[in-house]
């Protein structure tokens, strides 16, 4: 793949992602800075959903957001490093949607409007994957 065809839209399509990562990561931020006072005017069943996340669910976001967005900046370089990285991110996205959708059941909590999100990063996810395997293929790595 030479390196004008590569530019015209691997980077607009990274720097996109990358972006879409670090908002995961300022999400992952406010999280952690939730104050019990804040917590406490949430509604009984999400304060108590919040108060009891465990700690590996904790984790998977943490993996997702910072891996998602370590995979752009490294595709970016022209790493191969991305795609075990992005891999990971991607089993921390399905850990993670597990513990929502599977353990707390986030659409009773949130409502139907709780699975686009969701949906949204998972498809994200599995498509940086897929891009990483591509890019691969095209000898796009150094």
């Known amino acids: ?9 691997i980077k607009p399509v990274l720097i996109t992602t990358l972006l879409w990562n670090i908002l995961g990561v300022f999400a992952f931020i406010m ?6 006072e804040m917590v406490s005017k949430l509604p009984q069943e999400q304060q108590l959903a919040y108060n009891s996340q465990p700690l590996w669910a904790t ?3 943490a993996i997702a957001v ?4 370590l995979g752009c900046v490294l595709l970016l370089f022209k790493k191969s490093l991305a795609t075990l990285t992005l891999i990971i991110s991607l089993a921390a996205v399905l850990a993670q949607q597990y513990y929502n959708f599977m353990i707390i059941n986030s659409i009773s909590l949130f409502g139907v409007s709780a699975i ?11 498509a940086l994957v897929y891009l990483s395997f591509h890019l691969k293929q095209q000898d796009y790595f150094k």
């Not at 999280?31 to 019990?36: A, C, D, I, K």
């Not at 686009?116 to 599995?126: E, K």
């Open 66 to 69: 910072f891996g998602g967005a």
């Open 1 to 9: 793949m030479s390196e004008n065809t590569a530019n015209r839209w």
């Open 116 to 126: 686009f999100m969701p949906i949204a990063v998972t498809l994200i996810a599995i």
């Open 31 to 36: 999280q952690l800075l939730l104050t019990p």
């Open 59 to 61: 984790l998977a976001f």
